[in-house]
């Protein structure tokens, strides 16, 4: 069992930048991979940024490519979205997941196996 807890987010003028955190309890942290969706009003939920289990690897949307890093400190149980040139099409609510699968870069929902109660990311024009 993982449980996943997302704090950083809030309100933020369009080309600024946040950065989240997603905490997770359990001794088994380090043996997931982790990924970062989104879901704005009316949308469904989507794809933001997956890593490995030892970070060795990332995958990003493409709408986010060279603006999101995804990163992860498996000491402190935490993995991190710094999110820069935030664009008012940003704004949603993050969620972070946790999938057993170690290696894993899934970009789908159900590949992953637990998830956070989202943090709310606004982006202002």
């Known amino acids: 069992q993982v449980h996943l807890v997302e704090s950083g987010g809030g309100l933020v003028q369009a080309g600024g930048s946040l950065r989240l955190s997603c905490a997770a309890s359990g001794r088994t942290f380090s043996s997931y991979a982790m990924g970062w969706f989104r879901q704005a009003p009316g949308k469904e939920r989507e794809f933001v940024a997956a890593i490995t289990y030892s970070g060795g690897s990332t995958y990003y949307a493409d709408s986010v490519k060279g603006r999101f890093t995804i990163s992860r400190d498996n000491a402190k149980n935490t993995v991190f979205l710094q999110m820069n040139s935030l664009k008012p099409e940003d704004t949603a609510v993050y969620y972070c997941?946790?999938?057993?699968?170690?290696?894993?870069?899934?970009?789908?929902?159900?590949?992953?196996?637990?998830w956070g109660q989202g943090t709310q990311v606004t982006v202002s024009s």
């Open positions: 997941a946790a999938n057993r699968q170690r290696y894993s870069l899934s970009v789908a929902l159900g590949s992953y196996d637990y």
